[in-house]
C-alpha cells in the first residue's frame, strides 16, 4: 500500500493506493500522525483503495476523532465494497462520505 | 521302535548261536577224535589177535604129521591119529580157541574139502565136530582163494568174520598150510578159529570209556566257554544294548552307566569305550545344536522385530497427505533379507514443500540396516530443523556419516524437494539410480545428470544440486538398483530399459498401481531366482500447484494476512466468485484471522483454512486451537453513537455477520471452528 500525501495550505489529501488491511493500516496510522498536526481539512481520497477490514476503520475513526477537534474531514471516491463497510458499521452516519 | 525290536532279534540269537555252534564244535571235533582212536586201537588189536591165533595155528600144525594125511583118511595110523586130535583138543580147550580142524581140498576147484581133525571147544561153543572124511562145500570166495594161495605156497592173512555168519558169532580164522615132511607140498590146511566176542568187549569198554570222558569235557569245555564268554562277551553286549537303549529313550547323559571296566576282551571293552564316547559326544553335540537353535531362534525374533522397527520407520501408511491435493505418493520397499539398506522417506518441510528421499546403503542385513536407519533420522532431522537447500542438507549428512563411519560404508541417495506450488524440483544425486519422469502426454524418460559422490565416502565435499520441473499430471519415478538389476534364473538382468517398457505400460494409472504393476513385473521375470537386492520404489503424481488449493494451514500471525488472502483469492478466482463475494469474504476471513493471531494463543499456533464450494455457496472453514472463544456472542457494536463515543472493539465480528450469508461457531475436540458461508 502506498500513501500519496498532498498538502495545500492547511488542507491534507491522503491518498491510499491499494488494500488497507492489518498489515497496512499502522503504515497509514503513522503517516496521519506525522502529518495531521495544523490540518484543518483532511481527506481521505480512496479511488484506488479497493479494500478495507476493521483496521482500516479504526484509522479512520481515529482520524475522525482528531479532526472533529481541529477541522474537518472527508472521505472521497469510495468504491462500492469500501462504501459498504462504511455503511454496514455506522461509519458512513460519522464521517463525510462524499 | 524297529530298530530296537531288530537289536533284540540279534540278542536272542547271539548266546544261542555262539553256544550252539561252541557246542557243535565240540561235538564234532570229540566224535572226530573218537573214531580216530578207535580205529588204530581196533587195527592194532586186530594186528595182535592175528599174530597170536596164527602162532596158535602153528602151535597146532606141528601136533599133525603132513606125509599121513591121506593115511588117516584111509584109516590108518589111527593111533597116531588119536594121539593128535587128543592133543589138539587139549590145545583147543588150553588156548580158548573155538575149533581147530584140519582139512584137505578138493585141488581141482578148492570148492569141496574132506575134514581131517576136528577139535571143538565145547566151552567157547555149540558145534558138532566133523567125523574125518567129511565133505562140505565151500561156498564163501575168500576161503577158496586162501585155500589155493596156500597150495601155491604163498602167505596167508587171517580172516575176519566180524558179524554173525550162518549163525557163527563174529569170530576170526588163522588158516595155515601143513607140509610133508620135506616141505616140499602142502598136504592139507589148518585153520584155527577163535572167537571175537573178546575183542569186541574190549572194543567196547574202550568206546564207553572215551565216549564218557568226551561228553564230560566237551560239558566242561562248554560250561567254561560260555560262562567266560557269558561274562567277557554276551553280558557286555547285552550291558552296551541296554545303555544305548536307555540312552536312545531318555537322551541323557547323567545316568550314564560306566562301561568303561565291561570287559577283558580288547574289542568289547573298545566298543564300550567307544559307545560311552559317542554317548556324551551326541549329547553335547545335540546341547549345542540346542544352544545354536535357541540362538538362532532368538536372532530371528530380534530380526524380525527389526524388520517391524525398521518398516515401521519409514513412511507406510497411504494415502500418506490425504488432505493433500497437489500431489498423490506410494511407495514400496521390499528387503531381500529381514532387513534391508534400502529406503525412501517424504515429508512436507513446510506447506509448499516436499522432500522427497530414496538412498541404498552398501551391502545388505543388519549393518547396512544400521546405517540406513542412520541415514533416513539424519535427513529428515536436519531437513526440517535446520533446513536449507538440498545441497546444504546433504553437505551436513555427509559430514556426520564420514565422522564416525568405521566400516568404510556409503549410501546412495537421491534427494529432492518438491515445490508443491510450481512443480519445481530442487534434487541433489549422491551417487543414485537417475530419476525416471513419466510426462503425461509422453512416455517415461530417465533424467541423466551428473553424479555426485555417495554420501559417506568423502568428507567435506559440496554436492550440486540441479533442478526439474513437473507439470501437470507429471509421474516421477524413484527406485533403487534392485529393481534395474533384479535377475532370473538366467542370469539376465531385468535391465532400464525393461523397466521404462512396464513404466510406460502403466499409462493412466495411480502412483500406487504403478508400483505394483512394476513389482508384479519384476517378481514375474525373476521367476524362481531368489531375490538378491533390495527392492524399494517411490512413484508420484504431481497434479499441479494451482486451482485446487483449498486448505491451508499456517501459524496464526499478523505477519501471514497476505498469505491468507493470496490463498483466497487463489481459490476464490478460482471456483469463478464475483469480486464483490470475494472482497466481503476476504475481509471476513481477515477479521477472523487477526482475531486468531491476536487473542487465541498465549505464544503462538495455527489456523487452519479449508474451502469448499457447490453451485452458489462457498464454504470457509476456519479453525484453530486456542483457548475457547465464540465471537457470536460478543456484542454488538453501537453504531449509532458519535464519533467520539465510539469503541474500535467488535467492529471485525460484526462486519463478518453482516457481510456473510451465515456464520456458524461450534467447539469440538480442542478446536474453535467457525464456519462462513457465502454466496457467491
Request: proline letters at 3%; glycine letters at 6%; one cysteine or more.
Amino acid at each position: 500500500m502506498d500513501i500519496i500525501k498532498e498538502l495545500n495550505g492547511s488542507e491534507l489529501v491522503m491518498k491510499i493506493c491499494g488494500r488497507l488491511d492489518t498489515n497496512s493500516a499502522p503504515q497509514l496510522e503513522q503517516a496521519l500522525m506525522e502529518s495531521v498536526e495544523g490540518v484543518e481539512s483532511l481527506v481521505f481520497d480512496l479511488a484506488e483503495m479497493p479494500y478495507t477490514s476493521s483496521a482500516g476503520l479504526r484509522v479512520f475513526l481515529k482520524a475522525q476523532k482528531i479532526m472533529n477537534k481541529q477541522g474537518s474531514m472527508k472521505v472521497i471516491n469510495a468504491c462500492e465494497d469500501v462504501m459498504e463497510v462504511f455503511e454496514i458499521t455506522g461509519f458512513s452516519d460519522i464521517i463525510d462520505i462524499q | 521302535m524297529k530298530k530296537l525290536k531288530k537289536i533284540n532279534v540279534v540278542k536272542t540269537s547271539l548266546s544261542f548261536n555262539i553256544i550252539a555252534a561252541l557246542m557243535v564244535l565240540l561235538v564234532v571235533f570229540s566224535s572226530v577224535i573218537t573214531v580216530i582212536g578207535y580205529m588204530s586201537f581196533n587195527n592194532s588189536l586186530q594186528d595182535d589177535y592175528d599174530e597170536t591165533t596164527t602162532g596158535i595155528a602153528k602151535t597146532a600144525a606141528t601136533l599133525v604129521n603132513g606125509d599121513h594125511i591121506d593115511d588117516y583118511l584111509n584109516g590108518k595110523y589111527q593111533q597116531e591119529y588119536d594121539s593128535s586130535l587128543q592133543r589138539m583138543n587139549n590145545l583147543c580147550e588150553s588156548m580158548g580157541v573155538s575149533i581147530i580142524y584140519v582139512i584137505k581140498p578138493d585141488t581141482s576147484d578148492f570148492r569141496h574139502f574132506t575134514s581131517v581133525f576136528n577139535s571143538v571147544n565145547r566151552v567157547k561153543t555149540d558145534y558138532e565136530p566133523w567125523k574125518i572124511g567129511t565133505v562140505r562145500e565151500t561156498t564163501n570166495d575168500e576161503y577158496v582163494n586162501a585155500y589155493r594161495d596156500l597150495y601155491d605156497n604163498k602167505d596167508v592173512k587171517s580172516i575176519f568174520r566180524r558179524s554173525q555168519l550162518n549163525g557163527a558169532p563174529p569170530h576170526i580164522t588163522s588158516l595155515i598150510a601143513i607140509r610133508n615132511s620135506e616141505d616140499t607140498e602142502t598136504t592139507a590146511i589148518l585153520c584155527v578159529q577163535r572167537p571175537m566176542s573178546a575183542i569186541a568187549n574190549t572194543r567196547s569198554s574202550y568206546l564207553i570209556s572215551v565216549a564218557v570222558s568226551v561228553v564230560i569235557t566237551v560239558v566242561l569245555a562248554a560250561y567254561l566257554a560260555v560262562s567266560y564268554l557269558n561274562k567277557q562277551f554276551i553280558k557286555p553286549i547285552e550291558q552296551i544294548i541296554g545303555e544305548t537303549e536307555r540312552y536312545a529313550k531318555e537322551n541323557t547323559v547323567t545316568k550314564c552307566t560306566d562301561l568303561s571296566d565291561i570287559s577283558k576282551i580288547h574289542e568289547i571293552a573298545a566298543l564300550a569305550s567307544g559307545i560311552s564316547k559317542m554317548e556324551k559326544d551326541n549329547y553335547e553335540y545335540i546341547e549345542s545344536i540346542k544352544q545354536i537353535t535357541s540362538e538362532k531362534e532368538r536372532i530371528g525374533t530380534e530380526l524380525s522385530v527389526a524388520s517391524k522397527i525398521q518398516l515401521g520407520s519409514i513412511p507406510s501408511k497411504f494415502p500418506a497427505f490425504p488432505d493433500r491435493s497437489e500431489f498423490d505418493i506410494y511407495a514400496l520397499m521390499t528387503p531381500a533379507k529381514e532387513v534391508g539398506g534400502d529406503f525412501y522417506d517424504f515429508f512436507m518441510t513446510d506447506e509448499d514443500h516436499l522432500a522427497l528421499v530414496i538412498a541404498d546403503v552398501s551391502g545388505k542385513g543388519i549393518p547396512a540396516a544400521l546405517f540406513m536407519m542412520v541415514t533416513k533420522m539424519l535427513v529428515k532431522e536436519v531437513c526440517t530443523i535446520s533446513g536449507g537447500s538440498p545441497s546444504e542438507i546433504i553437505d551436513f549428512v555427509n559430514d556426520r556419516i564420514c565422522e564416525r563411519n568405521t566400516e568404510d560404508m556409503f549410501v546412495t541417495i537421491w534427494f529432492g524437494i518438491l515445490e508443491l506450488s510450481t512443480g519445481k524440483i530442487t534434487c541433489v544425486n549422491a551417487g543414485h539410480e537417475d530419476p525416471v519422469i513419466g510426462k503425461s502426454d509422453k512416455s517415461y524418460e530417465v533424467i541423466k545428470n551428473k553424479h555426485s559422490l555417495a554420501v559417506g565416502a568423502l568428507e567435506g565435499i559440496h554436492y550440486r544440486s540441479y533442478e526439474m520441473h513437473l507439470e501437470k499430471g507429471d509421474k516421477l519415478f524413484l527406485y533403487t538398483d534392485g529393481v534395474p538389476e533384479a535377475n532370473n534364473e538366467h542370469n539376465e538382468l531385468f535391465g532400464m530399459d525393461r523397466m521404462l517398457q512396464v513404466l510406460n505400460e502403466t499409462v493412466g494409472q495411480s502412483p500406487e498401481a504403478v508400483l505394483k504393476h512394476v513389482k508384479d513385473k519384476v517378481n514375474e521375470f525373476a521367476g524362481a531366482a531368489p531375490q538378491f537386492d533390495d527392492l524399494t520404489m517411490l512413484c508420484l503424481e504431481y497434479a499441479g500447484g494451482e486451482n485446487l488449493n483449498n486448505k491451508l494451514h499456517i501459524q496464526a500471525e499478523r505477519d501471514n494476512l497476505d498469505e491468507v488472502t493470496a490463498f483466497l483469492e487463489n481459490y476464490l478466482e478460482g471456483i469463478g466468485c464475483s469480486m464483490k463475494a470475494q472482497t466481503q469474504i476476504i475481509l471476513a476471513v481477515e477479521e477472523i484471522f487477526i482475531n486468531i493471531a491476536s487473542y487465541a494463543y498465549e505464544q503462538t499456533g495455527y489456523a487452519d483454512l479449508r474451502l469448499s464450494c457447490d453451485a452458489d455457496t462457498v464454504t470457509i472453514i476456519i479453525e484453530d486451537n486456542g483457548i475457547e472463544y465464540n465471537p457470536l456472542k460478543k456484542q454488538d457494536p453501537d453504531i449509532t453513537l458519535a464519533a467520539e463515543d465510539r469503541k474500535i472493539g467488535g467492529l471485525g465480528i460484526y462486519m463478518t455477520k453482516k457481510l456473510m450469508d451465515d456464520v456458524i461457531y461450534t467447539y469440538d475436540d480442542g478446536k474453535n471452528i467457525l464456519k462462513l458461508i457465502k454466496k457467491y
